[in-house]
């Protein structure tokens, strides 16, 4: 190995031992060639690869076990030496057990050797403590035989699961909590059908964020785009279905907490009508608007889950709620000008040529534009509701232990603690009108439109605006109670984006139906 090659490795091994980003960012070429992989996925150029490191945090105590040199190319006698190529294969041995693998493209440029691609795999993980809290193969076995037998499931951490403690994302309430009693209708109804659990998933704290990042145990991965936010606060269960570890997410939707992680990583995710699925075990934020649903990688088997969970079983309580979902619905779609004016341009292009690709089907639909009203003032008074609840629910806890959220929740709670009684009074009447209109809308027909304003943003990215527009797309179906899934149908700049469908209240497995029907016109056009 050329001298000055092994004293640049050595040195970018400091470097990365240190967590030194200036000195990492420059031993990586500049440009949009280079190229960064690792279990997660490939970061294409300097940029991005300088975005992940700077959230990465440093590498665990190791020590460089082998180092493999192999030119793969070398520049002519009498030539400049610019235009070497060597390949290098390292071997880590970690301080703490176990080895990693880090493979290396260096060339040497105006004299100095960089590295133009690199890949890494890491030593073998016990487990992502980013997407899991507790997780098994399985966790908790469900009955031998029934109609979802063989699936897995990651559950919330808001979930009572008898025996275990609920977390809700925070460590300080996980270590005070007791370990609940029962398990909660809506694990146990997945149990009861054949599925088995995978394991308790992460959650933004107490539910409060759309984000999907967490302070305490760290962001899980997006499992659809390198780098990027997963969505949340149902973040952990939607990563571990995208990537394969569950296949089915049971998750919470209070305003987009499973509409968002699922446009985010490329799923189909539910949310059912407000009060369709039992909320007894769950902790609730804010229970006007709070509901349950399900993330999966398909619609078939989100199919599944809602045929079990939500079907009609003869009983007087369950007859006028669940009969609805026995008839199709209308082939009808109405698109909110309104909230489809919150998405970014590139995704209501996408939109607006999915439609047209709709319309010249040998099926179409009709399509017909409508007003939604001002979101502004119903995301305001939305979030009024919202936040009163959220602080009866969790005032008194936070107030005991000040300092244990995270500064992003902190705040949403510190405004939340501000609200009044007659705030909250002023802002229900102006949610009534609101819902009623909504309901009214959907009386014949499905409103269609973007889930959320585009694809997932990268986690450097400041998303104080696009948490403002996503709620003002997604709100107004909790406001009305009404069931909602999103489809991922669009791709904008290569990353997935869903499409989401609201119909009226009890039509939830109708809706799932409708919403494969659309996407088996999606696939028929993609394969013509």
Not at 278 to 304: H, K, N, V, Y
Not at 472 to 478: D, L, N, Q, V, W
Request: negative net charge; hydrophobic residues 45%; contains cysteine.
């Amino acid at each position: 190995m050329p001298a000055d090659l092994r004293d640049a490795f050595d040195a970018y091994e400091r470097a990365i031992i240190a967590n030194d980003l200036d000195a990492l960012d420059a031993f990586f070429a500049p440009g949009p060639d280079t190229l960064r992989g690792d279990a997660a996925g490939l970061l294409v150029g300097h940029d991005a690869i300088s975005g992940f490191r700077s959230l990465r945090g440093g590498v665990p105590p190791r020590r460089i076990a082998e180092i493999h040199y192999r030119p793969l190319a070398t520049a002519n006698e009498g030539e400049s030496s610019d235009g070497d190529i060597a390949l290098l294969m390292s071997v880590s041995q970690f301080v703490g057990g176990g080895r990693g693998l880090q493979t290396q493209v260096w060339e040497r440029v105006e004299g100095q050797w960089l590295i133009t691609a690199a890949h890494v795999t890491p030593r073998t993980p016990a487990l992502d403590r980013t997407i899991w809290r507790s997780v098994g193969d399985p966790f908790l076995q469900g009955a031998w035989e029934g109609p979802l037998e063989g699936l897995t499931v990651a559950v919330k951490d808001l979930f009572a699961i008898a025996g275990f403690r609920i977390g809700a994302g925070n460590p300080t309430f996980l270590e005070e909590a007791r370990p609940e009693k029962a398990t909660a209708p809506a694990v146990a109804d997945l149990l009861r059908a054949g599925a088995s659990l995978r394991g308790i998933a992460r959650t933004d704290e107490f539910a409060y964020s759309i984000a999907g990042d967490n302070v305490h145990y760290g962001t899980p991965p997006n499992g659809a785009v390198v780098g990027a936010l997963p969505g949340g606060s149902s973040g952990g269960p939607a990563s571990a279905v995208a990537l394969g570890h569950a296949d089915i997410g049971l998750a919470t939707d209070t305003a987009g907490s499973i509409r968002v992680p699922a446009s985010y990583q490329g799923l189909w995710g539910l949310r059912t009508t407000h009060d369709l699925v039992p909320r007894q075990g769950m902790l609730p934020l804010a229970q006007s608007f709070d509901t349950i649903g399900w993330l999966t990688r398909d619609g078939e088997t989100l199919q599944r889950v809602a045929d079990w969970c939500l079907s009609y079983d003869g009983s007087a309580s369950t007859e006028n709620v669940y009969g609805a979902s026995g008839d199709d619905l209308p082939w009808r779609f109405l698109v909110p000008d309104e909230i489809l004016d919150c998405a970014d341009a590139a995704t209501r292009e996408a939109f607006s040529k999915l439609l047209a690709a709709f319309a010249a089907s040998d099926d179409p639909p009709s399509f017909r534009a409508v007003h939604t009203g001002d979101l502004d003032a119903t995301f305001a008074a939305f979030r009024t509701v919202q936040g009163a609840e959220a602080w009866r629910n969790d005032g008194d806890w936070l107030r005991a232990h000040p300092g244990a959220v995270g500064p992003a929740v902190a705040e949403r709670f510190r405004v939340a603690a501000q609200i009044t009684a007659a705030d909250e009074r002023a802002a229900r009447a102006e949610l009534d009108p609101l819902a009623a209109h909504l309901a009214e809308l959907v009386d014949g027909a499905v409103l269609i439109f973007p889930t959320v304003p585009g694809p997932a943003p990268q986690r450097t990215a400041d998303v104080h605006a696009v948490r403002a527009a996503t709620l003002r797309m997604t709100a107004p179906a909790a406001v009305a109670g009404l069931p909602a899934v999103s489809v991922p149908l669009l791709t904008v700049d290569g990353a997935p984006v869903g499409v989401c469908l609201v119909s009226r209240a009890g039509t939830d497995i109708a809706l799932v139906r409708l919403a494969r029907r659309l996407a088996a016109l999606v696939a028929s056009g993609s394969r013509s």
